[in-house]
């Protein structure tokens, strides 16, 4: 039973010899701009979708409530933050299928 513990602890120790050395992380470029960051009266999204009438924006509160839903007319959206609570929000950005092409957070301060 000793030699099996014994293995089985070597067998631990020479995997972990082996692990793949890691790469640099790099940023991957957004399609989506939204500032001021952090923001106070408004946020104003930029977004770089050759046809921005093919998504939508989504807004969702930090626990997962969804504030606001509307599907883009052009390159730049406005937001009035008058009803927002201070706080962090999620945005989610959709294609016509429902699929999240780009997403972040922004947090209001009031």
């Given amino acids: 039973m000793k030699i099996f513990y ?3 602890f070597s067998l631990l120790l020479t995997s972990k010899g082996f692990t793949q050395a890691r790469l640099p992380q790099q940023e991957v470029p957004t399609a989506v701009r939204c ?4 923001a106070i009266t408004q946020i104003t999204f930029d977004f770089k979708y050759s046809n921005p009438r093919d998504y939508s924006l989504q807004i969702f509160s930090f626990i997962g409530k969804k504030i606001f ?19 962090l ?6 294609d016509k ?12 301060s009031k």
Wanted: positive net charge.
């Fill in 6 to 8: 014994i293995l089985v």
């Fill in 35 to 38: 500032y001021p960051n952090p």
């Fill in 69 to 87: 839903d509307q599907s883009l007319n052009n390159q730049k959206t406005i937001i009035d933050l008058a009803d927002y609570y201070r706080g």
């Fill in 89 to 94: 929000y999620i945005y989610q950005v959709k």
């Fill in 97 to 108: 299928s429902g699929k999240i092409v780009d997403s972040g957070r922004f947090q209001v």
